[in-house]
């Protein structure tokens, strides 16, 4: 851990933080790398200052521009399903929906190169600040309709969505690297979570379909 990160971390009480890791710990989240780095992500600091004194209760809360930093149980629950589908070998990874940057710092403790694009500008410059505040320096960013991907840094080992389409975008699945994992969620007021694996190098990929989730929804375009 970067020194930063240990600083932002010292600003919360530890008993804060191991009382959200042990709730995550009791919905099912078992994978260890992904707890502990939870436990040492400093979240208050990815809230504004009125909100950040409510960091580390487990559900999503307002980040401006009507969206929201996700419930710290769901960026376990993909974290780890990303992790354990991709078998180690996650390389490079991106995300459609940087938002406050709060699952980017978690995704960039793990993986080596992380892309992460945002179609809001404002969250996108607020949250590359937050990150290089915290010492993070593997991640790169685009203003972006996540809907097209980021081709020219593709292909990725993993692609995670934190916003959520009624149908998963083609542009995605061909950025998958060959045995690439994807995690989504897809719906409108239904949603679910959805596991996609390309097999091998073929156009062939495997859905699992995993639990109910609620997720802003994945729009088009970009917005200044
Ligand atoms: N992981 C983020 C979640 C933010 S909410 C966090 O915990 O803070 C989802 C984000 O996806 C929003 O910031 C929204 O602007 C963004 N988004 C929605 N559709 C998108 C698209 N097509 N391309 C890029 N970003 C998108």
Partial sequence: MTDLLMQGVGMTSLRTRERLIQRL???????????????NTPRHIFLDEALSHRAYEDTALPIGHGQTISQPYIVARMTEVLLGAAGGNLQKVLEVGTGSGYQTSVLAQLVPHVYSVERIKPLQDKARDRLRQIGLRNVQMRHADGGFGWPEAGPYDGIISTAAPQAIPDELLKQLAPNGVLVIPVGGREQHLHLVIREDESDHFVTRILEPVKFVPFLSGTSR
Avoid at 25 to 39: A, E, F
């Fill in 25 to 39: 710990r009791d919905q099912g989240v078992t994978n260890l790398r992904v707890l502990d780095v939870m436990l």
